[in-house]
């Protein structure tokens, strides 16, 4: 792993860019690399990729996302900033693991998408 600062908010991190074995792999691929910036830290990423997913939900619509969510629908493995966030203690879902569920569960989450 290499130390790197978030270009988002300067923390330090590692980074394994180039290593074929990076945390961001486990991410959604959402984020297109720019030239402009360099690698976020888990949580910017994170917070940047859910803000992504808001912008294609509105601009694509549910249905469409919810193609582009199929071939991650088996991943079991729940990845901390992108399938939950943890608030005072609470375990709270994200819109990408609600849309990775299929459909709403009428418990009204905090973050439904439907």
């Not at 600062?5 to 923390?11: A, D, W």
């Not at 088996?74 to 990775?100: E, H, M, P, R």
Request: with cysteine.
């Amino acid at each position: 792993m290499t130390a790197k600062n978030c270009s988002q908010c300067n923390e330090p991190f590692g980074c394994g860019a180039g290593t074929g074995n990076c945390w961001c792999i486990s991410f959604p691929p959402i984020m297109a690399p720019t030239s402009e910036e360099d690698c976020f830290c888990p949580s910017c990423l994170g917070e940047a990729i859910n803000q992504k997913i808001d912008s294609l939900v509105r601009e694509k619509g549910m249905e469409e996302f919810q193609k582009f969510v199929e071939p991650h629908r088996a991943q079991t493995k729940l990845v901390k900033n992108v399938d939950y966030t943890i608030n005072d203690g609470l375990y709270v879902f994200s819109k990408w693991y609600l849309i990775k569920q299929g459909d709403c569960c009428n418990n009204g989450c905090k973050n439904c998408p439907y």
